[in-house]
């Protein structure tokens, strides 16, 4: 029995998959996790990793591996290979300014013809403008610009900063299309090095960016093992789910997102929808939420209860929480683009101002800002079939329910599983044999119960800016 190993290394935790290889069945697994905060020293991202392979009984039998991991973050490293300053995260919002100007320099038209995308603070390319603004003498030390996945990727294969035992072998650094679509310097082309001195300030010809591998390429670890590319956290989610074409993701975790799987392009100079590639060969319009399930998190606080009392009290309101909406921006908003935003409450009144219409429109606001991206891939000429639900919050039966009134397309929630990390087995799989697994994910994902409420929509659309 060949065995092929997955990682998950997102914001909060680092998740690890063993899975037959033949069969895709899961023989264990392992976690450990990250440090809070939208900045963040990659030497915890890389103990954690050890310590979550360690929790998953090793690697030792393992015949091929991948790492997909949370995309955008800002991994700076230095001619010997150390990292320059703790890494940007792509929900530190401190480049929105960065973001702003780089698309007035350059065009929103330009940008998202070159690279599928149109700045915004998530994305790597603003965060080195930021650095070039901010701290200009560490910036001018950059040599190489990894994300999270490469980074780490390069780690297990034996690579790191100089020693009396090795080079930095900068070269070493590899990508798939996926992350690298996130950056805002790649395209359908290659990387744009232009782009790429433009935020810098300076020339960057130098400066060593990953290869990026094509889905069936692979290297090798000092073991022999295959070593696939990697991916970014929702096209490894895509992989793990078998997602096909007029499928819709809606993932509601740390983050929300919303992304498609299509085969033509999108480039939306809006900068709402990411023209995002995924790790399959095809394109993932995706548009991402910065205000999620922490806002159900901070709702059962604020209320006393936890989620199974939450989603009772939402439950026991009516569609629409009797004219109460939440607008869930409490940490500012990627999409819409409102990085300085604060959430607001509106529609409050003695009758509507209820435990369980507050519930309610909690979850309520999270889901229709969701369906507003949803909306907005659309409109990109994306179609849509239905819905998968996944993450954390997808199995509270609140969400589930209010989903099925929100969004017009049916709604399935697979079971909950580590998608990303499993996605990630998927194509350390196709490195080992050469084809992709077919492994189904949510051949038997129930519907959610339920029908269209469309007045749910209307009354929060009516409250945005």
């Given at each position: 029995?060949a065995?092929v ?5 997102s914001t909060?935790s ?10 895709g ?7 450990a996790?990250?440090?809070e ?8 991202w890389w103990?954690a990793l050890q310590r979550a392979i360690?929790?998953?009984g090793g690697m030792?039998d393992?015949?091929?591996w ?5 995309q955008h973050?800002l991994?700076?490293l230095?001619s010997?290979?150390?990292?320059i300053?703790?890494a940007?995260?792509?929900n530190?919002t401190r480049s ?5 100007c780089?698309?007035?320099?350059l065009?929103?038209?330009h940008l ?6 149109v700045?915004v603070?998530?994305f790597?390319?603003?965060?080195l403008?930021?650095?070039a603004?901010?701290?200009?003498s ?9 994300l ?9 294969r034996?690579?790191g900063?100089v020693s009396?035992r090795?080079d930095?072998r ?8 996926s992350?690298?679509?996130g950056t805002?310097?790649?395209?359908a082309?290659?990387?744009d ?5 433009h ?8 400066v060593v960016l ?8 692979h290297?090798?670890d ?5 070593v ?8 490894g989610?895509?992989l793990?789910?078998?997602?096909r074409?007029?499928?819709?993701v809606?993932s509601?975790?740390?983050?929300g997102?919303?992304?498609?799987v299509?085969?033509?392009?999108v480039?939306?100079?809006s900068g709402?929808v990411?023209?995002?590639?995924d ?6 319009p995706?548009?991402a939420?910065?205000n999620a ?5 901070a709702?059962?606080?604020l209320?006393g ?9 939402a439950?026991a309101a009516?569609?629409g929480a ?10 500012g908003e990627r999409?819409?683009?409102?990085p300085d ?6 529609g ?11 519930a ?7 889901l ?13 000429g994306?179609?849509v ?8 919050a997808?199995?509270n039966?609140?969400v ?5 009134e929100v969004f017009?397309?049916?709604?399935v929630?697979p079971q ?7 996605g990630?087995?998927?194509q350390?799989a ?5 084809s992709?697994?077919a ?12 029908a269209p409420?469309?007045s749910i929509?209307s009354?929060?659309?009516a409250?945005l800016?």
């Open positions: 029995m065995l190993m997955g990682v998950d290394s909060q680092c998740k690890v998959v063993v899975r037959d290889a033949a069969t069945a899961v023989v264990r697994t392992g976690r996790p990250h440090p905060g939208t900045e963040v020293d990659p030497e915890a103990d360690a929790d998953a030792d393992v015949a091929a991948s790492i997909a991991g949370q973050g991994v700076a230095d010997r290979g150390e990292v300053r703790p940007l995260l792509w530190d929105a300014g960065a973001a702003a780089l698309t007035a320099e065009g929103a038209d998202a013809e070159r690279t599928g995308v700045p603070a998530s790597t390319v603003t965060k403008r930021w650095m603004d901010h701290e200009p560490d910036a001018a030390r950059i040599a190489a610009v990894a999270p996945h490469d980074w780490l990727t390069w780690r297990l034996g690579f900063p009396e090795q930095a900068l070269d070493e650094l590899i990508t798939d299309r992350d690298a679509s805002g310097y790649w395209g082309d290659g990387y090095r232009d782009i790429l001195s935020a810098l300030r300076r020339d960057a010809a130098r990953p290869r990026v591998l094509h889905p069936h390429e290297v090798s000092p073991d022999g093992r295959r696939a590319p990697g991916a970014g956290d929702n096209a989610a895509a793990g789910l078998g997602a074409q007029g499928d819709a809606v509601i975790g740390t983050s997102t919303v992304f498609a299509t085969d033509a392009p480039r939306d100079a709402t990411a023209g995002f590639a790790a399959a060969g095809g394109w993932l995706l548009i939420t910065l399930a922490r806002v159900m998190d709702t059962a606080a209320l209860v936890d989620h199974h009392a939450l989603s009772d009290l439950l009516e569609p009797g004219g109460l909406v939440l607008q869930p921006w409490f940490e999409t819409p683009n409102r935003a604060t959430a607001t409450l509106f409050m009144t003695l009758a509507s101002t209820t435990r369980e219409n507050l309610r429109a909690a979850i309520e606001g999270v229709c800002g969701l369906a507003e991206g949803l909306d907005a891939i659309r409109r990109q994306v179609e079939g239905r819905v998968l639900l996944t993450g954390g997808a199995q039966p609140a589930q329910r209010i989903a099925s017009d397309v049916p709604v929630v909950p599983q580590e998608y990303v990390a499993l990630a087995c998927a350390a196709w490195a080992l044999t050469g992709r697994p492994w189904a994910a949510d051949a038997d994902a129930p519907a959610a119960t339920g409420v469309s929509r009354q929060y659309a409250r800016p």
